[in-house]
């Protein structure tokens, strides 16, 4: 049979499959074979025995936290209280693009600014949207809902940034649960928590924030170059060109012209310098 990794405790995997949850054991081959079981792994496994004899080929995986087939990110955007930050906004768009999981942006408490402030956020959230983006506000729930119908997703975001209180406003249900995380992350408390998916809008919802850690060690600036989606549509004299220091580069031409917003400039260069730092 086929189903779906929702929860890993210890030796125990719920597989969920017809509306069914089974308790699996999982064979040593796979460690052999370097291949640890994630939740969110779709596997085959003889309900019979309860034995997980295979997982599927994924989309994609996460290390933190550690899940696998994630299609989109919600990326719960504060404009105050924090403050609204371009620059984690865009680290956070890079990671989900290199990671192949859609990023929607939802901005928070915009009920916190004055109308002359809104308006330009409404600008620059403009441009994101432009680029291929889609852009909620969280108290657009009715559209919000919508968009887990057969996806796997995962809310991400700063602290404070209003995730939960999204979440339980989207599904009261659940509120238990992010209760039940914020406890669980609270500093200093040392609580191995497992990750589970749990069923929302008739898509699946990870409980548990997604991209919990800015690392990108392991990319290349030719990594960060292709994460910013809006510079492919420019062909500059160099083919390999990185936008920096070449002439000739139709990237900063565009930019000097307000094709492309200042920021995202400005936080594609301190990415590149940020990668080859490390190296
Ligand atoms: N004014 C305002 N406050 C909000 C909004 N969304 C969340 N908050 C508040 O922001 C604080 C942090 O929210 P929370 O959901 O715990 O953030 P999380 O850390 O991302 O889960 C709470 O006091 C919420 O009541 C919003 O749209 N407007
Ligand atoms: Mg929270
Ligand atoms: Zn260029």
Known sequence: MQGELIKIISDTHFVKANDQVFECKCRGKFRNQKITPLVGDRVLFSKEDKWITEILPRKNELSRPPVANIDQGFLITSVKQPD????????????????????????????????????????????????????????????????????????????????????????????????????????????????????????????????????FHAYTKEDIKSSFVEFGNYTCKYHDCMHLKEDHCAVKEALSKGEILPSRYENYQKLVEEVESVR
């Open 84 to 215: 609204f930050s371009l620059n984690l906004l865009d680290k956070l768009i890079v990671l989900m693009e290199l990671s192949k999981v859609k990023p929607i942006l939802c901005i928070t408490k915009m009920d916190l600014l004055e109308e002359e402030e809104q308006k330009q956020i409404k600008k620059i959230l403009a441009y994101y949207k432009k680029i291929g983006y889609p852009v909620y506000f969280n108290y657009e729930y009715a559209k919000l809902k919508r968009l887990f119908k057969g996806k796997t997703s995962v809310f991400t975001g700063q602290t404070g940034a209003g995730k939960s209180t999204l979440l339980n406003r989207l599904a009261p249900l659940l509120s238990l649960k992010t209760g039940e995380i914020s406890l669980a992350l609270g500093r200093g408390k040392h609580t191995t928590r497992h990750v589970e998916l749990i069923e929302l809008f008739g898509g699946k919802v990870l409980d548990t924030p997604g991209f919990s850690a800015l690392d």
